[in-house]
């Protein structure tokens, strides 16, 4: 049996409620690739760096936390010829979480100087310890 994993990823804020609401995680523009590193058990984080996709207004919080509740990768159209991957999640009640206090304590972030450098790729995983204290500051217990 594998162990669930715990995973970031990155989109802005506007993308990542469409999603809560949806109950799906899509990442890095639609790619297929990140979802089916996940696994059904697994978690997910969504960091937001912006408020907007199309405007600069930054937010540097996290914003929803959810766990993969199907093993199925599907895709859905969404107009313009945009037919994007995404795959199923259970998303919990949290408060958006600021990362600024977070940063020094985050394993995966190397140098607090350049802390947004892990964010970078749009989706990767973290260690449960990180992910126990991000998810510590979002909601009040996730089981």
């Given at each position: ?20 609401q ?25 960091y ?16 929803a936390?959810?766990?993969v ?27 958006e ?44 217990r996730?089981?």
């Amino acid at each position: 049996m594998q162990d669930k994993r715990y995973w970031i990823g990155v989109a802005s804020r506007d993308h990542v409620m469409n999603a809560v609401q949806g109950g799906f995680a899509q990442l890095c523009h639609g790619k297929q690739a990140p979802l089916k590193k996940m696994s059904t058990g697994d978690w997910i984080i969504y960091y937001s760096p912006k408020v907007t996709f199309k405007e600069k207004t930054l937010l540097q919080k996290f914003t929803a936390i959810g766990k993969v509740i199907e093993d199925s990768v599907y895709q859905v159209e969404v107009g313009s010829d945009f037919i994007p991957y995404r795959r199923s999640i259970g998303f919990v009640s949290c408060k958006e979480t600021s990362i600024q206090p977070l940063i020094s304590h985050l394993s995966f972030i190397k140098n607090s100087r350049y802390w947004g450098y892990s964010f970078r790729f749009g989706h990767f995983e973290i260690s449960e310890k990180d992910f126990k204290l991000i998810a510590g500051n979002m909601v009040n217990r996730v089981e």
